[in-house]
C-alpha cells in the first residue's frame, strides 16, 4: 500500500505519454478427428508455446507476436510485437498482424489441428472433451468438478491451478455457475442428474462447477497509454458505459457443457467461476470472520467512476477498506482513486507464492498487482510501473472473440477510434452505475444485440465540446436541456448507427472525426470497412456470433430439438467454424458481403511522420 500511495503521486503529475495501444486475442487449439466426427480440445499449449517463445528469447525487440499461456491447457494468448501508436495508418496493420499470428501458431499444429478464435468451446466438461481425455476427480485436486479435469489447466505455471484451489478453497466450496437452458419443444426438465450430486444445481439449468468455465473461455481486450492521468481516468469513465453495448455487440458464446443455453455471453459464466466470497460476504450469514459484505464477484464491471464529472453518478454504495483509504487520503491521494484502490483491498489475495510474500513496498508492486491482477472487471486502471517507460494505461475488456481477424480487428478499432473522438470531441458517455450493471446483465440475454435496449446517454456535448461536435450532434437536441432526459433506453443500433432526433450515433460521430483527418487511401478503405461491418452487426443486417451459432445447431440435421449438442453437430460447428476463418467458404449472414480490406503488414514509409 505504500508503494501504491508512492508510485501514484510519483507519477500523478507525468505528462506527454503518446498514445500507444494494442489488443490481446485468446485462442483454443482444437483436434479433429474426421474418422469418428469429433472435435476436441488439444491440450497442447504448453508445448507449443515453449516453440512460440523461443523466437522472442533469441530476439526480443524484433519478433512481430508475443505468445503467453492462459489458465486452459488449450489455451494461448496473442499480442503485437510491438504496441500501435498515434498513426491513423497503425489501424491498416492490426488485422495483417493478427493474420500473422494466427499463421505462426499454425507452424506448430499437428496436422489434425486447428488454432480458432471461439469464445467458448461448446462441450467443455462432456466426457472426453480433451485430447488426450482425463477423468474429472470431484473429490481431489485443485478444482475436484464433477466434469472438468484438472489436467485441463495450463501446467506450465502454478499461478492457474493455485487460483482455482484458493478460490474453491476461501469460498468454502465449489464454485457454482448456473445458465438456464434453452427450452426447445424435447428438452428435458431436469437438463441432467447434476442436481443428484451437487445442492448448487438448478434442475432447468446448464450447471458447471469449476475456474476452468469461466476462466476456459476466450475474449478479445484491448489496453490504451494515456497522456497523463486525467486522460486515462477520463477513458476509464467514459468507456464504462460502452462495455455492456459492445459485450451485446460481439455475444459469441451460447453454448456451454453440451448445451444450448438461453444465454448469448460469458460474462456471468466467469463471474460466477472466480466467485470466492463467503456466505458472510455474500450476505447469507451473520459476519464471523469477514468484515465486509460484497455485493460482486471479482470478476464483474466496475463498481465507481474515478473523474470528477463520474463522481455523481456514483449512485450505488462503495464497499471499501476505510482504514486503507484513510491512509491514502493522508499520502495525498485524492478521494475517488482513494476509494478506488481501498475498494480493491476489500478483496483477499487469491494467488500469493510464498517467495512474494516479503517484499520492500518502498520499491516493489508486487503487492499492489497481486489484489489489481485478480480484480477482473470490465475496466482497469493501470498505474504506470516502476521505474519504466510505460505510461497511466486503461484496459477495455468486455468483448468476446470472434471468428475472424476481419471481425476482431474491426472492434478494435472501432474501440480505439472512439476514444480518439471522446477525447477530441469532449463528450460525456457517463451514466450512473446502477444503469451500467442493469445494461451488463441486459447484453448477455438470448438476442440483446437485436431485442434489449440499453440505458444510454441522450445529450452527449459538454460545454466545452468543439464546434465540430456540436454540429454532429445538433440534429439530435430538439427540446430544452432541461426539459430532455438524461438518459433514454435504446437499442444497439440506435447506440451505434444514430436515432433520428434523439441521438447521432457512434458510426456518425467517428465519420465526422474522421473526415477532419488526413487518411491515407488504404487506411481509409479498411477503416470504412470494419464501420461497415460494425454498422451491419449493429442494424441486425448480419447476425452476432451467438446467434449465427444458435442458428447452425438448430438446423443441423442431427438435432434432436432437444437443446444437447452432439459430437457430430459439434465437429461440423468447429469445422465450418475453421473453414470460415480460413476463407474456404463465405457467411453473408455473419460477415456480410465485403470483408476484403486493404491491410497491410506494415506503415509505408512515407506515412510514418503523419500525427493522427
Same mark, same amino acid.
Given at each position: 500500500?505504500?508503494?501504491?500511495?508512492?508510485?501514484?503521486?510519483?507519477?500523478?503529475?507525468?505528462?506527454?505519454?503518446?498514445?500507444?495501444?494494442?489488443?490481446?486475442?485468446?485462442?483454443?487449439? /482444437?483436434?479433429?478427428?474426421?474418422?469418428?466426427?469429433?472435435?476436441?480440445?488439444?491440450?497442447?499449449?504448453?508445448?507449443?508455446?515453449?516453440?512460440?517463445?523461443?523466437?522472442?528469447?533469441?530476439?526480443?525487440?524484433?519478433?512481430?507476436?508475443?505468445?503467453?499461456?492462459?489458465?486452459?491447457?488449450?489455451?494461448?494468448?496473442?499480442?503485437?510485437?510491438?504496441?500501435?501508436?498515434?498513426?491513423?495508418?497503425?489501424?491498416?496493420?492490426?488485422?495483417?498482424?493478427?493474420?500473422?499470428?494466427?499463421?505462426?501458431?499454425?507452424?506448430?499444429?499437428?496436422?489434425?489441428? !486447428?488454432?480458432?478464435?471461439?469464445?467458448?468451446?461448446?462441450?467443455?466438461?462432456?466426457?472426453?472433451? *480433451?485430447?488426450?481425455?482425463?477423468?474429472?476427480?470431484?473429490?481431489?485436486?485443485?478444482?475436484?468438478?464433477?466434469?472438468?479435469?484438472?489436467?485441463?489447466?495450463?501446467?506450465?505455471?502454478?499461478?492457474?491451478?493455485?487460483?482455482?484451489?484458493?478460490?474453491?478453497?476461501?469460498?468454502?466450496?465449489?464454485?457454482?455457475?448456473?445458465?438456464?437452458?434453452?427450452?426447445?419443444?424435447?428438452?428435458?426438465?431436469?437438463?441432467?442428474?447434476?442436481?443428484?450430486? *451437487?445442492?448448487?444445481?438448478?434442475?432447468?439449468?446448464?450447471?458447471?462447477?469449476?475456474?476452468?468455465?469461466?476462466?476456459?473461455?476466450?475474449?478479445?481486450?484491448?489496453?490504451?497509454?494515456?497522456?497523463?492521468?486525467?486522460?486515462?481516468?477520463?477513458?476509464?469513465?467514459?468507456?464504462?458505459?460502452?462495455?455492456? /453495448?459492445?459485450?451485446?455487440?460481439?455475444?459469441?458464446?451460447?453454448?456451454?457443457?453440451?448445451?444450448?443455453?438461453?444465454?448469448?455471453?460469458?460474462?456471468?459464466?466467469?463471474?460466477?467461476? &472466480?466467485?470466492?466470497?463467503?456466505?458472510?460476504?455474500?450476505?447469507?450469514?451473520?459476519?464471523?470472520?469477514?468484515?465486509?459484505?460484497?455485493?460482486?464477484?471479482?470478476?464483474?464491471?466496475?463498481?465507481?467512476?474515478?473523474?470528477?464529472?463520474?463522481?455523481?453518478?456514483?449512485?450505488?454504495?462503495?464497499?471499501?477498506?476505510?482504514?486503507?483509504?484513510?491512509?491514502?487520503?493522508?499520502?495525498?491521494?485524492?478521494?475517488?482513486?482513494?476509494?478506488?484502490?481501498?475498494?480493491?483491498?476489500?478483496?483477499?489475495?487469491?494467488?500469493?507464492?510464498?517467495?512474494?510474500?516479503?517484499?520492500?513496498?518502498?520499491?516493489?508492486?508486487?503487492?499492489?498487482?497481486?489484489?489489481? *491482477?485478480?480484480?477482473?472487471?470490465?475496466?482497469?486502471?493501470?498505474?504506470?510501473?516502476?521505474?519504466?517507460? /510505460?505510461?497511466?494505461?486503461?484496459?477495455?475488456?468486455?468483448?468476446?472473440?470472434?471468428?475472424?481477424?476481419?471481425?476482431? !480487428? !474491426?472492434?478494435?478499432?472501432?474501440?480505439?477510434?472512439?476514444?480518439? &473522438?471522446?477525447?477530441?470531441?469532449?463528450?460525456?458517455?457517463?451514466?450512473?452505475?446502477?444503469?451500467?450493471?442493469?445494461?451488463?446483465?441486459?447484453?448477455?440475454?438470448?438476442?440483446?444485440?437485436?431485442?434489449?435496449?440499453?440505458?444510454?446517454?441522450?445529450?452527449?456535448?459538454?460545454?466545452?465540446?468543439?464546434?465540430?461536435?456540436?454540429?454532429?450532434?445538433?440534429?439530435?437536441?430538439?427540446?430544452?436541456?432541461?426539459?430532455?432526459?438524461?438518459?433514454?433506453?435504446?437499442?444497439?443500433?440506435?447506440?451505434?448507427?444514430?436515432?433520428?432526433?434523439?441521438?447521432?450515433?457512434? /458510426?456518425?460521430?467517428?465519420?465526422?472525426?474522421?473526415?477532419?483527418?488526413?487518411?491515407? !487511401?488504404?487506411?481509409?478503405?479498411?477503416?470504412?470497412?470494419?464501420?461497415?461491418?460494425?454498422?451491419?452487426?449493429?442494424?441486425?443486417?448480419?447476425?452476432?456470433?451467438?446467434?449465427?451459432?444458435?442458428?447452425?445447431?438448430?438446423?443441423?440435421?442431427?438435432?434432436?430439438?432437444?437443446?444437447?449438442?452432439?459430437?457430430?453437430?459439434?465437429?461440423?460447428?468447429?469445422?465450418? &467454424?475453421?473453414?470460415?476463418?480460413?476463407?474456404?467458404?463465405?457467411?453473408?449472414?455473419?460477415?456480410?458481403?465485403?470483408?476484403?480490406?486493404?491491410?497491410?503488414?506494415?506503415?509505408?514509409?512515407?506515412?510514418?511522420?503523419?500525427?493522427?
Amino acid at each position: 500500500m505504500l508503494f501504491t500511495t508512492k508510485q501514484v503521486l510519483f507519477y500523478r503529475d507525468r505528462q506527454g505519454d503518446v498514445l500507444k495501444w494494442g489488443d490481446e486475442v485468446e485462442y483454443v487449439i /482444437i483436434k479433429f478427428d474426421s474418422e469418428k466426427k469429433q472435435a476436441k480440445l488439444s491440450l497442447r499449449a504448453k508445448d507449443i508455446l515453449d516453440e512460440l517463445n523461443e523466437k522472442e528469447r533469441q530476439d526480443p525487440a524484433g519478433v512481430k507476436s508475443l505468445w503467453r499461456p492462459e489458465y486452459g491447457a488449450y489455451m494461448i494468448e496473442g499480442t503485437p510485437g510491438k504496441p500501435y501508436g498515434g498513426l491513423m495508418a497503425h489501424f491498416n496493420i492490426v488485422e495483417a498482424n493478427m493474420k500473422y499470428r494466427r499463421e505462426e501458431v499454425k507452424k506448430y499444429l499437428n496436422h489434425d489441428e !486447428a488454432i480458432l478464435t471461439l469464445t467458448s468451446f461448446p462441450r467443455l466438461g462432456c466426457e472426453d472433451f *480433451s485430447d488426450p481425455p482425463y477423468t474429472p476427480t470431484p473429490n481431489e485436486g485443485a478444482t475436484r468438478s464433477l466434469f472438468f479435469p484438472d489436467e485441463a489447466i495450463f501446467p506450465g505455471h502454478p499461478r492457474f491451478k493455485t487460483l482455482s484451489r484458493n478460490i474453491r478453497e476461501r469460498r468454502g466450496e465449489k464454485v457454482a455457475i448456473n445458465l438456464p437452458i434453452y427450452k426447445d419443444v424435447n428438452t428435458v426438465i431436469p437438463v441432467d442428474d447434476s442436481y443428484l450430486h *451437487s445442492k448448487a444445481a438448478l434442475p432447468d439449468h446448464v450447471y458447471m462447477d469449476a475456474m476452468g468455465f469461466g476462466m476456459g473461455c476466450c475474449c478479445l481486450q484491448l489496453t490504451f497509454q494515456a497522456c497523463n492521468i486525467q486522460e486515462a481516468r477520463t477513458l476509464y469513465d467514459q468507456l464504462a458505459p460502452l462495455c455492456p /453495448i459492445m459485450l451485446a455487440l460481439t455475444a459469441a458464446s451460447p453454448l456451454h457443457r453440451g448445451f444450448i443455453t438461453d444465454v448469448d455471453c460469458r460474462w456471468n459464466v466467469i463471474s460466477c467461476s &472466480v466467485d470466492c466470497r463467503t456466505e458472510e460476504e455474500r450476505g447469507l450469514k451473520p459476519f464471523k470472520e469477514n468484515k465486509f459484505v460484497i455485493n460482486k464477484s471479482r470478476y464483474d464491471s466496475i463498481d465507481s467512476y474515478l473523474s470528477p464529472q463520474g463522481e455523481k453518478y456514483n449512485d450505488v454504495p462503495l464497499v471499501y477498506d476505510e482504514v486503507i483509504f484513510e491512509k491514502l487520503k493522508n499520502g495525498g491521494i485524492d478521494h475517488l482513486l482513494a476509494q478506488h484502490v481501498a475498494h480493491l483491498f476489500i478483496r483477499d489475495t487469491v494467488s500469493l507464492f510464498s517467495e512474494k510474500v516479503h517484499q520492500d513496498d518502498e520499491k516493489d508492486t508486487d503487492h499492489f498487482e497481486n489484489i489489481q *491482477s485478480t480484480n477482473w472487471q470490465t475496466m482497469r486502471f493501470k498505474p504506470p510501473p516502476p521505474n519504466s517507460t /510505460i505510461g497511466w494505461r486503461v484496459e477495455f475488456r468486455p468483448c468476446e472473440i470472434q471468428i475472424t481477424d476481419f471481425e476482431n !480487428a !474491426a472492434i478494435v478499432c472501432f474501440v480505439v477510434l472512439l476514444t480518439r &473522438v471522446i477525447l477530441s470531441y469532449q463528450l460525456n458517455f457517463i451514466i450512473p452505475i446502477s444503469k451500467v450493471d442493469e445494461n451488463m446483465q441486459n447484453a448477455q440475454k438470448r438476442g440483446a444485440c437485436s431485442n434489449q435496449k440499453f440505458w444510454f446517454r441522450k445529450d452527449i456535448t459538454t460545454h466545452v465540446s468543439p464546434p465540430e461536435a456540436n454540429k454532429c450532434c445538433k440534429s439530435a437536441l430538439n427540446c430544452d436541456e432541461a426539459l430532455c432526459d438524461q438518459f433514454i433506453p435504446m437499442t444497439v443500433n440506435e447506440i451505434i448507427n444514430g436515432k433520428e432526433g434523439e441521438f447521432p450515433g457512434l /458510426i456518425p460521430l467517428i465519420n465526422n472525426y474522421l473526415s477532419g483527418m488526413d487518411v491515407d !487511401a488504404d487506411t481509409h478503405c479498411t477503416i470504412q470497412q470494419y464501420l461497415k461491418f460494425i454498422q451491419k452487426r449493429a442494424a441486425g443486417d448480419i447476425l452476432t456470433t451467438a446467434s449465427w451459432i444458435r442458428n447452425f445447431v438448430v438446423s443441423h440435421p442431427d438435432y434432436k430439438n432437444n437443446s444437447k449438442v452432439s459430437d457430430k453437430i459439434n465437429y461440423d460447428l468447429l469445422k465450418t &467454424v475453421n473453414d470460415i476463418q480460413e476463407g474456404i467458404i463465405s457467411c453473408p449472414e455473419l460477415l456480410g458481403y465485403s470483408i476484403m480490406s486493404k491491410t497491410k503488414e506494415s506503415i509505408p514509409t512515407a506515412l510514418t511522420k503523419e500525427i493522427c
